[in-house]
C-alpha cells in the first residue's frame, strides 16, 4: 500500500523536476543569446571606425578628465547622451553575466569579467580603430553602468534562477534524509519491554550436605505481639498466686 501510494508523488517530483531544468535551460540559452546579441552591438558601436574624429579624440589615463570636459565644453544633452550612454552600455553586464556565472561570489565576478571586457575592448579601440581612443572614464562608466543594473535587477533576477537550479538536487536529499536507515517504514508501534524475572534468594550451604540439593530455609518464629505477651503474663501471676495458696 506504501509503495503505491507513493508511486503518483515520484511521478509527480519527477514532472516537476524535468520542468524546473527545462526552465533552467530555457533561461540560460535565453541569457547566453541575449549576451552575444548585446556583444554584437558594443562591438558596433565601440570598434566602428570615425575618420572624422581622428584629430580630436585623445587617449585619457587619468580619472575624470573626460567627465571634466563634458561638464565644460559640452552642452547639457550632449553631456548626459555620453556619460548616460556609457552607464547603458555597461548594464547588460550587470544583469546577465550574474546569471551566467556561479552564485558564490557572483557580484565579485561579475565586476571583475566586466571591468577585463570593457578594458579589452577600450584597448582594441586605441590600437587599432581609427578615431577612437582609450578612455579611462569609459571604463568607469560602463563599470558603474553594470553595478547599478546589478544593483536593481540583476541581483534579484539570478538569485531566483540560481535557487530554481539547486531546487532538483536538494530534493533527492530532501526524501534521503526522510528515509529510516533500514529501509523499512516506522510503524509507531514500540515493543513492550518484558519484566525482568525475580532471582531467587541464594542460600548458603551447610558444612556436611550436599551442594547439589537445595537447602531448605530454617524457619523463624514470628515476634510475640503485645497482646499475647500481655496474656501470658496474666497466667504467670495467676499461677503464681494459686501456688501460695497452696
Known sequence: MDAVAARPERDGTRSRGWGRLLLRVSILVLAFVAMVGFSVVL??????????????????????????????????????????GNLVL??????????????????????????????????????????????????ILNTAGALLAYLLVGRRLSHR???????????????????????RPKTGTRRKAE???KSEPRTKAVPGKKTGARATPRRTAAPASAWSRLRHGVRRKAARGRSIKR
Do not use: W
Not at 565644460?72 to 550632449?78: H, M, Q, S, V
Not at 535557487?163 to 536507515?181: N, S
Open 43 to 84: 562591438a558596433k558601436v565601440t570598434l566602428t571606425p570615425s575618420p572624422a574624429s581622428e584629430e580630436l579624440v585623445k587617449s585619457n589615463l587619468h580619472p575624470g578628465r573626460s567627465l571634466r570636459q563634458y561638464a565644460e565644453d559640452y552642452t547639457f544633452l550632449a553631456a548626459c547622451k555620453q556619460a548616460g
Open 90 to 139: 555597461g548594464m547588460p553586464f550587470g544583469i546577465l553575466l550574474p546569471i551566467l556565472v556561479p552564485r558564490k561570489l557572483r557580484m565579485l565576478r561579475m565586476f571583475v569579467l566586466t571591468v577585463l571586457v570593457i578594458v579589452l575592448v577600450e584597448l582594441v579601440q586605441g590600437a587599432i580603430v581609427r578615431g577612437r581612443a582609450f578612455d579611462v572614464d569609459d571604463v
Open 161 to 183: 534562477y540560481h535557487v530554481l537550479a539547486e531546487e532538483p538536487a536538494r530534493a533527492p536529499a530532501a526524501r534521503e534524509t526522510r528515509r529510516p536507515k533500514n529501509g
Open 195 to 197: 519484566p525482568a524475572k
